[in-house]
């Protein structure tokens, strides 16, 4: 167990509809990643939220959205879905988030991941 | 931007043997860190090892060790004592050292499925 929590683990909609994925991190973790794991693209990284900001951006649709709340805690909403939307996405977090700073201390711990279909 | 090859989509092995996983990647950067993560069948990424580009000296843990060559761009995966365990998807990741004071995400490789046989 990572730590890192992710709900709902199983989701199941309709094209056109909006769902919202949340995200745990890790107890003290300021930092949180979303990533994205299908057939087609494997795994790709999405987006970056340190302490609240968004702080780095990947292959992230304009469709998807994302924030941190003061809690730490992450939302990423997914709108006006597509049949290529389905896969399996994962929240990952880590102490910082921040440039520079040693792999040990940087190191992105996953979490279980919100399998979506979409019909 | 960086690319992470994983050129053996799939690699078998008895148990208690030796393998070898393959990665390179392709960056411009000096400064870096490499990545092994574990993907077994229930779907969860488990952290298997880390380098630190900057650091020459190869990284272990246990029974899984990596041979890293930076000059040849190369990150591969050595796991000893194969077992039964071990057996899931092996996904090589990079990750830059950061541009706009983010950490950045991690790139992966496409993933080696490795089978090991009793």
């Known amino acids: 167990d990572s730590g890192v929590t992710q709900t709902p683990k199983h989701l199941i909609t309709a094209t056109g509809q909006r769902v919202t994925l949340r995200c745990s991190p890790r107890?003290?973790?300021?930092?949180v990643y979303w990533y994205q794991q299908s057939l087609d693209q494997g795994l790709q990284f999405l987006i970056q939220y340190y302490n609240g900001e968004e702080r780095a951006k990947g292959n992230i649709l304009e469709r998807f959205s994302a924030q941190q709340f003061p809690d730490l805690h992450s939302e990423l909403n997914l709108s006006s879905l597509e049949l290529g939307d389905s896969a399996l996405y994962f929240c990952?977090?880590?102490?910082?988030?921040?440039?520079?700073?040693?792999?040990?201390?940087?190191?992105?711990?996953f979490g279980p991941g919100t399998r979506l279909l979409v019909l | 931007a960086q690319t992470v090859t994983q050129s053996q989509p799939e690699m078998s092995v008895q148990e208690a043997e030796t393998v070898t996983l393959s990665c390179t990647y392709d960056t411009s950067e000096s400064d870096y860190y490499l990545f092994w993560y574990k993907q077994p069948p229930s779907r969860q990424m488990i952290l298997v090892i880390r380098?630190?580009?900057?650091?020459?000296q190869n990284a272990t843990e246990n029974r899984f060790s990596v041979n890293f060559q930076k000059a040849a761009k190369s990150f591969s995966l050595k796991i000893s004592d194969s077992q039964l365990g071990d057996a899931a998807m092996y996904f090589c990741?990079?990750?830059?050292?950061?541009?706009?004071?983010?950490?950045?995400?991690?790139?992966f490789g496409k993933g080696t499925h490795l089978i090991i046989q009793p």
């Open positions: 107890s003290g973790d300021l930092s």
């Open positions: 990741a990079y990750r830059s050292v950061g541009s706009g004071g983010g950490a950045d995400g991690l790139t």
């Open positions: 990952a977090s880590s102490p910082w988030g921040l440039a520079g700073v040693p792999a040990y201390q940087e190191t992105q711990y």
């Open positions: 380098q630190e580009a900057y650091k020459q």
